[in-house]
């Protein structure tokens, strides 16, 4: 069997997948982004409450591997609360969690290399702290971040597959089931990295065009 023979025959259950895939993405995103940001803006009137906590937060989660995370969440965390938990929400929260503290990260690194001759201008001329940010720092910010934000989601995609191991029906563990029926490992998995192709290498050149005109301080 082909590529397409395998993708077509076995659609109902790859649409399957890829219907539980971008539900945890979307999720995370939506909750990521709105997260992020507003932690990045909270950030800027109450950075010792909010600032500090999410750095330091964000620098554990990043030196401990997403696997050893997931893993630790849905088993001694939940047994330790004594809960039991879909994997799904499991999944949807860890990567909400990662994405809520990338997106703070950049937004924030991206807030505080706003020059300080512009807001310092704006002050001379007598407009407020909370215009200034809002007029100015936040547009800039935002502007200059676009590109890495959008490949810190292509990322979240790229790590909703982590939860194929603790049984979320996405679409890893979708084409691993395909694979134990009829073991043609390399149409299946080639059909799954075809998948993530046509979905991030455009997000991915996107990105890296955003960040080419990203502003330059």
Not at 15 to 42: D, E, F, H, N
Not at 82 to 99: A, E, R
Not at 127 to 153: C, E, H, Y
């Amino acid at each position: 069997m082909s590529v397409l023979e395998v993708v077509s025959e076995y659609r109902e259950a790859f649409l399957s997948g890829l219907l539980v895939t971008l539900k945890l993405c979307v999720i995370a995103w939506i909750g990521g982004l709105a997260g992020g940001g507003g932690l990045a803006l909270t950030a800027e009137w109450l950075p010792r409450f909010i600032g500090w906590p999410t750095i330091v937060l964000s620098r554990v989660t990043q030196a401990i591997p997403i696997l050893v995370l997931l893993f630790w969440l849905h088993y001694p965390a939940q047994a330790a609360l004594g809960v039991i938990i879909d994997p799904f929400y499991t999944t949807v929260f860890l990567l909400t969690l990662l994405n809520v503290l990338a997106v703070f990260g950049i937004l924030r690194s991206a807030i505080l290399q706003v020059p300080i001759e512009l807001v310092e201008v704006a002050k001379v001329c007598g407009v407020k702290r909370r215009r200034i940010f809002f007029r100015i720092k936040l547009p800039l910010a935002l502007w200059s971040s676009i590109g890495s934000l959008t490949s810190s989601q292509i990322n979240v995609l790229q790590l909703s597959i982590f939860g194929s191991l603790i049984s979320v029906e996405e679409l890893f563990r979708i084409s691993q089931r395909i694979n134990a029926q009829i073991y043609q490992p390399v149409q299946v998995y080639t059909g799954l990295a075809l998948f993530f192709l046509i979905i991030c290498l455009p997000l991915n050149l996107f990105a890296g065009y955003l960040e080419s005109k990203g502003v330059a301080w």
